[in-house]
């Protein structure tokens, strides 16, 4: 089984920074990717940045320039640095991984997400 663990969220002004962290933990092979996602109260689900094994980025249009996806591989964790932070960022941010485990079987998985606060 595999579990993803997020933290780093909170309440913080606009203009402020914020840093996300997630470490994947249980039975794992390998990971092809791993990933930040948001949902804003009655809002669908949205891209914020994903990262492969081999280091390609991609972010929402909403965040490029203010937010950096980074991973390290060897403690299977993923960051998210949000710089220039608005009070449109406000909302629940998901953590997203393709993973390989023990039976050589690729799954998406979630991670319970964590609220993030930008107040004005």
């Known amino acids: 089984q595999v579990q993803l663990v997020e933290s780093g969220g909170g309440l913080v002004q606009a203009g402020g920074s914020l840093r996300l962290s997630c470490a994947a933990s249980?039975?794992?092979?390998?990971?092809?990717?791993m990933g930040w996602y948001r949902q804003a109260p009655g809002k669908e689900r949205e891209l914020v940045a994903t990262?492969?094994?081999?280091?390609?980025?991609n972010y929402g249009d909403s965040v490029k320039g203010r937010f950096t996806i980074s991973r390290d591989n060897t403690k299977n964790t993923v960051h998210l640095q949000m710089n220039s932070l608005k009070p449109e960022d406000t909302a629940v941010y998901y953590c997203?991984?393709?993973?390989?485990?023990?039976?050589?079987?690729?799954?998406?998985?979630w991670g319970q997400g964590t609220q993030v606060t930008v107040s004005s």
């Open positions: 990262v492969t094994s081999g280091g390609s980025t």
């Open positions: 997203n991984a393709l993973i390989t485990g023990g039976v050589f079987s690729t799954n998406g998985y």
């Open positions: 249980g039975i794992i092979f390998s990971i092809k990717a």
